[in-house]
């Protein structure tokens, strides 16, 4: 991969910001001042080419251009982003993203205008086939990536405290990417459950990362199990309801996909094999 230029201290200072509210309690008013996490236009501009405009949390948005690359099928791999550049504008910021000639003459063939709102996965879809892009089924090693159930009540334990802006303003998703005892090694968070998702992606894209498994503190959309088949991982963990479609999309991508994980149980909604019950 290129050479990245940010101003990353900026971006987290932007990702939130103190406003003076009024808080009522037990009929009791008081000034106080609260944090708001932000969501900011992020410009996605290739080769000098406007491509999508996403309303994000401005943190983390290296990690953020090339999971989006990689999930939206613009890149096939993280060596065909050569630089990106995150330029602060005064209405956004804008994420200069250089890629090969190739990928980038691929992208202009199926270019369209795209503007992205928080927890919408059709945004600048302009026909049913953009809208269902089936992943490659997940491959299966010789022995079978088992994960035991205590590991998974240990990441999701873990991702709670994790979750630094959340617990400042209460506000934002957070997606995690655990190994195989449920010790968690990345976390991001964004307000848009899929935008903290191609921001942990693109995190383990860089990294070079293989194994393990994703948690995930929002429901399981069927945009975030085809974003985890695409980067090749087959497990993962909601803390909330996966929707129809998500469940047949992780039938079909060899994903197991578990929702309502929380307080020692969870329900498994695919390739259920692949889980390893408690001994005790």
Not at 78 to 101: D, F, H, K, R, T
Not at 165 to 175: E, F, I, N, R, S
Not at 204 to 211: E, H, P
């Amino acid at each position: 991969m290129g050479q990245f230029f940010a101003d990353e201290a900026l971006t987290q200072q932007l990702a939130s910001q103190a406003y003076a509210v009024q808080q009522v309690r037990a009929g009791q008013r008081r000034h106080i001042v609260d944090q708001l996490a932000e969501e900011v236009p992020i410009a996605l501009v290739y080769n000098g080419i406007s491509h999508a405009v996403m309303l994000a949390t401005p943190q983390d948005l290296e990690d953020f251009a090339l999971g989006f690359s990689l999930t939206e099928g613009i890149l096939q791999q993280p060596s065909e982003l050569y630089a990106l550049e995150v330029m602060p504008q005064a209405n956004g910021i804008e994420l200069q993203i250089e890629i090969a000639s190739e990928r980038f003459a691929h992208l202009k063939e199926r270019r369209r205008s795209m503007v992205g709102r928080t927890g919408c996965g059709l945004c600048g879809a302009e026909s049913l086939s953009q809208v269902f892009r089936l992943p490659e089924p997940v491959k299966q090693s010789a022995v079978t990536h088992a994960i035991s159930e205590d590991s998974i009540f240990k990441a999701h334990q873990a991702i709670q405290t994790l979750q630094v802006l959340q617990q400042v303003t209460g506000a934002t998703h957070a997606c995690a990417w655990a190994d195989d005892d449920g010790h968690i090694g990345w976390v991001r968070e964004d307000v848009g459950r899929h935008n903290a998702m191609d921001k942990l992606l693109g995190a383990l894209a860089k990294a070079k990362q293989q194994g393990g498994f994703i948690v995930t503190t929002s429901r399981a959309s069927y945009e975030m199990v085809q974003k985890v088949a695409m980067l090749g991982y087959d497990l993962l963990a909601a803390i909330s309801a996966p929707t129809g479609l998500a469940v047949r999309i992780a039938e079909l991508s060899n994903v197991t996909l578990l929702g309502f994980v929380r307080d020692k149980q969870y329900v498994v909604y695919s390739h259920a094999h692949r889980i390893l019950e408690s001994k005790s």
